[in-house]
Protein backbone atom coordinates (compact mmCIF):
# COMPACT_ATOMS: atom_id res chain seq x y z
CA UNK A 1 0.00 0.00 0.00
CA UNK A 2 1.45 3.54 -0.92
CA UNK A 3 2.39 5.73 2.37
CA UNK A 4 0.26 8.73 2.91
CA UNK A 5 1.74 12.06 3.41
CA UNK A 6 4.47 12.39 6.45
CA UNK A 7 2.92 13.61 9.86
CA UNK A 8 5.41 16.71 10.60
CA UNK A 9 5.87 18.67 13.27
CA UNK A 10 8.43 21.37 13.92
CA UNK A 11 9.96 22.53 17.44
CA UNK A 12 12.64 24.69 18.83
CA UNK A 13 15.31 22.47 18.71
CA UNK A 14 17.43 22.03 22.27
CA UNK A 15 21.10 20.70 23.01
CA UNK A 16 19.44 17.09 23.11
CA UNK A 17 18.81 17.25 19.01
CA UNK A 18 22.48 17.71 18.29
CA UNK A 19 23.09 14.98 16.63
CA UNK A 20 20.02 14.59 14.89
CA UNK A 21 20.33 18.10 13.54
CA UNK A 22 24.08 17.61 12.64
CA UNK A 23 23.06 14.31 10.70
CA UNK A 24 19.86 16.14 9.01
CA UNK A 25 22.56 19.21 8.21
CA UNK A 26 25.05 17.28 6.72
CA UNK A 27 23.25 14.47 4.75
CA UNK A 28 20.87 17.02 3.09
CA UNK A 29 23.53 19.70 2.57
CA UNK A 30 25.68 16.93 0.73
CA UNK A 31 22.88 15.56 -1.22
CA UNK A 32 21.90 19.45 -2.48
CA UNK A 33 25.58 20.33 -3.30
CA UNK A 34 27.59 17.79 -3.71
CA UNK A 35 27.09 17.29 -7.55
CA UNK A 36 27.74 20.90 -7.74
CA UNK A 37 31.27 21.27 -6.11
CA UNK A 38 34.59 19.22 -5.06
CA UNK A 39 34.21 16.20 -2.59
CA UNK A 40 37.04 17.87 -0.25
CA UNK A 41 35.38 21.51 -0.42
CA UNK A 42 31.83 19.71 0.68
CA UNK A 43 33.11 18.11 3.71
CA UNK A 44 35.34 20.84 4.88
CA UNK A 45 31.87 22.82 4.93
CA UNK A 46 30.16 20.19 6.68
CA UNK A 47 32.96 19.52 9.33
CA UNK A 48 32.83 23.50 10.02
CA UNK A 49 28.92 24.08 9.97
CA UNK A 50 27.41 20.87 10.29
CA UNK A 51 29.49 18.77 12.77
CA UNK A 52 27.83 18.02 16.05
CA UNK A 53 30.81 20.39 17.82
CA UNK A 54 30.47 23.41 14.72
CA UNK A 55 26.21 22.75 16.07
CA UNK A 56 26.88 22.72 19.97
CA UNK A 57 28.93 26.06 19.30
CA UNK A 58 25.95 27.69 17.86
CA UNK A 59 24.03 26.89 21.12
CA UNK A 60 26.81 28.09 23.36
CA UNK A 61 26.03 31.39 24.85
CA UNK A 62 22.91 31.77 22.37
CA UNK A 63 24.59 32.44 19.31
CA UNK A 64 22.08 30.88 17.51
CA UNK A 65 18.76 29.21 17.63
CA UNK A 66 17.90 25.90 15.70
CA UNK A 67 14.40 24.77 15.05
CA UNK A 68 14.05 20.89 14.05
CA UNK A 69 11.51 19.43 11.26
CA UNK A 70 10.26 15.89 11.90
CA UNK A 71 8.44 13.24 9.11
CA UNK A 72 6.80 10.75 10.61
CA UNK A 73 9.03 10.71 13.41
CA UNK A 74 12.36 10.75 11.77
CA UNK A 75 14.13 14.34 11.95
CA UNK A 76 13.85 15.38 8.39
CA UNK A 77 14.52 19.02 8.58
CA UNK A 78 16.18 21.67 10.33
CA UNK A 79 16.73 25.71 10.60
CA UNK A 80 19.50 27.98 12.37
CA UNK A 81 18.34 31.41 12.89
CA UNK A 82 20.10 34.32 14.55
CA UNK A 83 19.70 38.08 15.17
CA UNK A 84 21.64 40.04 12.86
CA UNK A 85 21.95 43.08 10.84
CA UNK A 86 21.14 42.15 7.04
CA UNK A 87 24.52 43.71 5.59
CA UNK A 88 22.95 45.40 2.02
CA UNK A 89 20.89 48.02 1.55
CA UNK A 90 17.51 47.43 0.81
CA UNK A 91 17.30 45.01 4.61
CA UNK A 92 17.09 46.72 7.82
CA UNK A 93 19.63 46.93 11.07
CA UNK A 94 17.04 45.10 13.14
CA UNK A 95 16.78 41.92 11.22
CA UNK A 96 17.05 37.56 11.69
CA UNK A 97 19.01 35.89 9.56
CA UNK A 98 18.09 32.48 8.83
CA UNK A 99 21.70 31.38 8.46
CA UNK A 100 21.22 27.41 7.19
CA UNK A 101 17.80 25.55 6.22
CA UNK A 102 17.85 22.05 5.08
CA UNK A 103 15.35 19.48 4.24
CA UNK A 104 16.54 15.64 3.81
CA UNK A 105 16.10 14.97 -0.43
CA UNK A 106 13.40 12.30 0.07
CA UNK A 107 11.22 14.53 2.09
CA UNK A 108 11.22 17.35 0.13
CA UNK A 109 7.98 19.00 -1.36
CA UNK A 110 5.79 17.87 1.84
CA UNK A 111 5.68 21.55 3.47
CA UNK A 112 8.52 21.20 6.19
CA UNK A 113 10.85 24.26 4.28
CA UNK A 114 7.83 26.20 4.72
CA UNK A 115 6.68 25.37 8.01
CA UNK A 116 10.49 25.63 8.86
CA UNK A 117 10.57 29.44 7.49
CA UNK A 118 7.11 30.10 9.22
CA UNK A 119 8.98 29.24 12.14
CA UNK A 120 11.63 31.81 11.51
CA UNK A 121 9.78 34.51 10.52
CA UNK A 122 7.49 33.81 14.19
CA UNK A 123 11.03 33.98 15.81
CA UNK A 124 11.50 37.41 13.84
CA UNK A 125 8.50 38.61 15.07
CA UNK A 126 8.89 37.75 18.64
CA UNK A 127 12.39 39.28 18.82
CA UNK A 128 10.78 42.64 17.25
CA UNK A 129 13.16 42.08 13.82
CA UNK A 130 11.82 44.40 10.89
CA UNK A 131 12.66 41.94 8.54
CA UNK A 132 14.37 38.26 7.48
CA UNK A 133 17.15 38.33 4.99
CA UNK A 134 19.42 35.24 3.95
CA UNK A 135 21.86 34.04 1.32
CA UNK A 136 21.50 31.58 -0.86
CA UNK A 137 23.59 30.38 -4.33
CA UNK A 138 22.58 32.03 -7.24
CA UNK A 139 22.79 28.90 -9.30
CA UNK A 140 20.68 26.85 -6.52
CA UNK A 141 17.36 27.45 -8.32
CA UNK A 142 15.30 25.55 -6.30
CA UNK A 143 16.00 27.47 -3.25
CA UNK A 144 15.56 30.48 -4.95
CA UNK A 145 12.31 29.65 -6.28
CA UNK A 146 11.49 28.32 -3.12
CA UNK A 147 12.37 31.68 -1.20
CA UNK A 148 10.65 33.63 -3.40
CA UNK A 149 7.57 31.52 -2.99
CA UNK A 150 7.66 32.07 0.90
CA UNK A 151 8.31 35.95 0.14
CA UNK A 152 11.53 37.18 -0.37
CA UNK A 153 13.09 38.88 -2.52
CA UNK A 154 16.65 39.28 -4.21
CA UNK A 155 18.34 42.69 -3.00
CA UNK A 156 21.90 42.34 -4.27
CA UNK A 157 25.06 39.71 -4.12
CA UNK A 158 27.74 38.00 -1.56
CA UNK A 159 30.35 35.97 -1.92
CA UNK A 160 30.03 32.47 0.09
CA UNK A 161 33.03 30.56 1.07
CA UNK A 162 32.94 26.90 0.75
CA UNK A 163 36.15 24.94 1.24
CA UNK A 164 38.83 26.83 -1.04
CA UNK A 165 36.46 28.27 -3.46
CA UNK A 166 34.23 30.90 -3.74
CA UNK A 167 30.65 31.11 -5.34
CA UNK A 168 28.20 33.96 -5.40
CA UNK A 169 25.43 34.02 -3.49
CA UNK A 170 21.75 35.74 -3.44
CA UNK A 171 20.60 37.85 -0.56
CA UNK A 172 17.68 37.75 0.15
CA UNK A 173 14.70 40.02 2.21
CA UNK A 174 11.25 39.62 3.83
CA UNK A 175 9.92 42.57 5.65
CA UNK A 176 7.71 41.66 8.09
C1 LIG B 1 14.91 24.66 -0.30
C2 LIG B 1 14.24 23.59 0.59
C3 LIG B 1 14.58 23.88 2.06
C4 LIG B 1 12.71 23.63 0.40
O1 LIG B 1 12.14 22.72 1.32
P1 LIG B 1 10.82 21.85 0.98
O2 LIG B 1 10.39 21.20 2.24
O3 LIG B 1 11.09 20.97 -0.17
O4 LIG B 1 9.81 23.00 0.52
P2 LIG B 1 8.20 23.01 0.62
O5 LIG B 1 7.69 21.63 0.38
O6 LIG B 1 7.80 23.67 1.89
O7 LIG B 1 7.87 23.94 -0.64
C5 LIG B 1 7.10 25.13 -0.52
C6 LIG B 1 6.99 25.76 -1.89
O8 LIG B 1 8.27 26.23 -2.35
C7 LIG B 1 8.36 26.01 -3.78
N1 LIG B 1 9.41 25.02 -4.04
C8 LIG B 1 9.96 24.12 -3.17
N2 LIG B 1 10.91 23.38 -3.77
C9 LIG B 1 10.97 23.80 -5.04
C10 LIG B 1 11.75 23.40 -6.18
N3 LIG B 1 12.65 22.41 -6.10
N4 LIG B 1 11.55 24.03 -7.34
C11 LIG B 1 10.62 25.02 -7.45
N5 LIG B 1 9.84 25.44 -6.41
C12 LIG B 1 10.02 24.85 -5.23
C13 LIG B 1 6.98 25.52 -4.22
O9 LIG B 1 6.16 26.66 -4.46
C14 LIG B 1 6.53 24.81 -2.96
O10 LIG B 1 5.13 24.66 -2.88
P3 LIG B 1 4.45 23.36 -3.59
O11 LIG B 1 5.25 22.14 -3.19
O12 LIG B 1 3.05 23.38 -3.02
O13 LIG B 1 4.53 23.64 -5.06
C15 LIG B 1 14.71 22.17 0.18
O14 LIG B 1 14.55 22.02 -1.22
C16 LIG B 1 16.15 21.87 0.52
O15 LIG B 1 16.48 21.56 1.64
N6 LIG B 1 17.03 21.96 -0.49
C17 LIG B 1 18.41 21.61 -0.36
C18 LIG B 1 19.15 22.51 0.60
C19 LIG B 1 19.11 23.96 0.19
O16 LIG B 1 19.37 24.30 -0.95
N7 LIG B 1 18.77 24.79 1.17
C20 LIG B 1 18.78 26.21 1.01
C21 LIG B 1 20.15 26.69 1.31
S1 LIG B 1 20.29 28.42 1.01
Known sequence: MP?????VVIRRATTA??????GVGSESFREAYGPHSGAADIEAHIA???SPAAIREGFAGG???FY???ASGEAAGMARVRLAGCPLPGGDADALELQQLYV???LRRHGLGRLLVEQAIAHARQAGAAGVWLSAWEFADWAVQFYKD?????IGKVDFKLGSAVYTDLLMWRPL
Open 63 to 65: LSD
Open 17 to 22: DIEDLA
Open 3 to 7: AGPPE
Open 150 to 154: VGFAP
Open 68 to 70: IAS
Open 48 to 50: ANF
Open 104 to 106: LAR
